[in-house]
Antibody, heavy 123, light 108 residues
Framework: QVQLVQSGSELKKPGASVKVSCKASGYTFTSYAMNWVRQAPGQGLEWMGWINTNTGNPTYAQGFTGRFVFSLDTSVSTAYLQISSLKAEDTAVYYC????????????????WGQGTLVTVSS | SSELTQDPAVSVALGQTVRITCQGD??????ASWYQQKPGQAPVLVIY???NRPSGIPDRFSGSSSGNTASLTITGAQAEDEADYYCNSRDSSGNHRVFGTGTKVTVL
């Protein structure tokens, strides 16, 4: 079945970097875009951007430029989110989610989602 | 505006009907999708496109849209429907995505 499995929780100190992985299975990885979504503690969902898994071209939402980098390793069907110069406010659960698209009706949506990766930034 | 606005919380009696709305300018041009999130769990897609349910989603969930407002209706709400619900769509440029502010549904 189509599945996204993310790496485990991380505890990092301010100023450090973290790399979260999202391994896809059950479908052709390069045929569907991958999104990243942040959820801070007790807060809503925030779309961070997406990466074209065919070309590797990333698109970042406002507020997620500079310290955030999306990348791929297509040989292992895995997408990555790297965050550098971590701050306490980066503490959140990070989700990957595949874009599904209906070109005929010009509709798209996120399915499935990874299970989430908790990144905690604390000294 | 690139924002999608939802009511923070709604309550519904067991077996009754509740409608959750999502307002934003971009909804005049683009479909919304809807996600259910229970505490400690990843979001799950419940409605996409005009009014489509993924396999496994009960038919008590339905979607509609009019003007700048998309709606998710739960007809005959069950205890297991208690969760946070988020809409998502493209922003006005069509190049980015945006989530709604989220609605907490309580089943009484």
């Amino acid at each position: 079945q189509v599945q996204l499995v993310q790496s485990g929780s991380e505890l990092k100190k301010p100023g450090a970097s973290v790399k979260v992985s999202c391994k896809a299975s059950g479908y052709t990885f390069t045929s569907y875009a991958m999104n990243w979504v942040r959820q801070a503690p007790g807060q809503g969902l925030e779309w961070m951007g997406w990466i074209n898994t065919n070309t590797g071209n990333p698109t970042y939402a406002q507020g997620f430029t500079g310290r955030f980098v999306f990348s791929l390793d297509t040989s292992v069907s895995t997408a990555y989110l790297q965050i550098s110069s971590l701050k306490a406010e980066d503490t959140a659960v990070y989700y990957c989610a595949r874009t599904e698209r209906d070109n005929w009706n010009d509709a798209d949506w996120f399915d499935p989602w990874g299970q989430g990766t908790l990144v905690t930034v604390s000294s | 505006s690139s924002e999608l606005t939802q009511d923070p919380a709604v309550s519904v009696a067991l077996g009754q009907t509740v409608r959750i709305t999502c307002q934003g300018d971009s909804l005049r041009s683009y479909y919304a999708s809807w996600y259910q999130q229970k505490p400690g769990q990843a979001p799950v897609l419940v409605i996409y496109g005009k009014n489509n349910r993924p396999s496994g989603i009960p038919d008590r969930f339905s979607g509609s849209s009019s003007g700048n407002t998309a709606s998710l209706t739960i007809t005959g709400a069950q205890a297991e429907d208690e969760a946070d619900y988020y809409c998502n769509s493209r922003d006005s440029s069509g190049n980015h995505r945006v989530f709604g502010t989220g609605t907490k549904v309580t089943v009484l």
